[in-house]
């Protein structure tokens, strides 16, 4: 029905340009005779779930979506990713670089130290 790959630390510093420890969502797609039920919203959220569990020390989740590509800026944005502002070429044009936060709890408890 549908495939991602979770890949930590994966990104190059075009994308994500801190270095700091990340996993890349990539390779995600759900099979065209399922798309546009819903299901990529909420595999996207089931990766995000996973990711989590699967590496507590990563600060961030990041992704890139060509920039034409509708259906996957919504359903990452309603899966909790935010363009981050940057750009990256991809194999058919440019993409957009979007990210969330892997632990927000984590994130703010650091924040009030
Ligand atoms: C991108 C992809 C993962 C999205 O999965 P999906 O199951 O089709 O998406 P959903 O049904 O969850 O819909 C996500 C959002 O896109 C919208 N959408 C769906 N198809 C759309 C289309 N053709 N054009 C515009 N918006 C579309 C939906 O309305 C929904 O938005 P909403 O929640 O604001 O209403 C899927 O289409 C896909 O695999 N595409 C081919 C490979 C690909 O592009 N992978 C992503 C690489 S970064």
């Known amino acids: 029905m549908g495939i991602g790959v979770l890949h930590?630390?994966?990104?190059?510093?075009?994308?994500?340009?801190?270095?700091?420890?990340?996993?890349?969502?990539?390779?995600?797609?759900?099979?065209?005779?399922?798309?546009?039920?819903?299901?990529?919203?909420?595999?996207?959220g089931a990766a995000v779930a996973l990711a989590q569990r699967a590496y507590p020390l990563s600060d961030a989740i990041v992704l890139t979506v060509h920039v034409d590509n509708i259906a996957g800026q919504r359903a990452?944005?309603?899966?909790?990713?935010?363009?981050?502002?940057?750009?990256?070429?991809g194999r058919t044009g440019e993409e957009y670089v979007m990210s969330r936060p892997l632990h927000p709890a984590k994130a703010s408890t650091a924040a009030m130290r």
């Not at 510093?13 to 890349?24: K, M, Q, T």
């Not at 990452?76 to 070429?89: E, L």
């Open 8 to 44: 930590p630390d994966g990104a190059n510093r075009a994308i994500w340009p801190s270095g700091s420890s990340h996993v890349l969502l990539r390779g995600f797609s759900i099979d065209t005779r399922c798309q546009g039920q819903g299901i990529g919203t909420t595999a996207t």
């Open 76 to 89: 990452y944005a309603r899966a909790g990713f935010a363009h981050t502002g940057r750009t990256v070429p």
